[in-house]
């Protein structure tokens, strides 16, 4: 009795884990989407440089440096160019805020 309580709720664990991954993909329809290019330009205002824009799950996927050196890996929503998820390496200094838009730094 107590496995199969266990395995139904590891199953619900599991369903309910895999409906948070899918809520990550980027769902714009194909004819709204930006350019790479443009959103490369973006990117270089902010002083960063990239390395490799890709898709992946219907997102744009960035991989580059930013102004002070740290790697950087960012996903952006395809039509709207805005940050879905941003991961940093602060390896040579820097704090979270350098990385927010000037809007939530009150600015």
Same mark, same amino acid.
């Given at each position: 009795m107590q496995s199969r309580i266990l395995a139904a709720a590891f199953m619900v664990g599991v369903l309910v884990s895999g409906a948070a991954w899918a !809520? #990550? #993909?980027c769902v714009a329809p194909a004819g709204k989407w930006q350019s790479r290019e443009v959103l490369r330009q973006q990117i270089q205002r902010r002083g960063w440089t990239v390395q490799r824009i890709k898709? #992946? !799950?219907?997102?744009y996927e960035v991989r580059g440096t930013d102004r002070l050196g740290n790697k950087f890996k960012a996903r952006y929503a395809p039509d709207s160019l805005r940050i879905r998820e941003l991961e940093i390496d602060f390896t040579r200094g820097g704090e979270a805020s350098d990385y927010l838009d000037h809007?939530?730094?009150g600015k």
């Amino acid at each position: 009795m107590q496995s199969r309580i266990l395995a139904a709720a590891f199953m619900v664990g599991v369903l309910v884990s895999g409906a948070a991954w899918a !809520d #990550d #993909d980027c769902v714009a329809p194909a004819g709204k989407w930006q350019s790479r290019e443009v959103l490369r330009q973006q990117i270089q205002r902010r002083g960063w440089t990239v390395q490799r824009i890709k898709v #992946d !799950d219907g997102c744009y996927e960035v991989r580059g440096t930013d102004r002070l050196g740290n790697k950087f890996k960012a996903r952006y929503a395809p039509d709207s160019l805005r940050i879905r998820e941003l991961e940093i390496d602060f390896t040579r200094g820097g704090e979270a805020s350098d990385y927010l838009d000037h809007a939530w730094k009150g600015k």
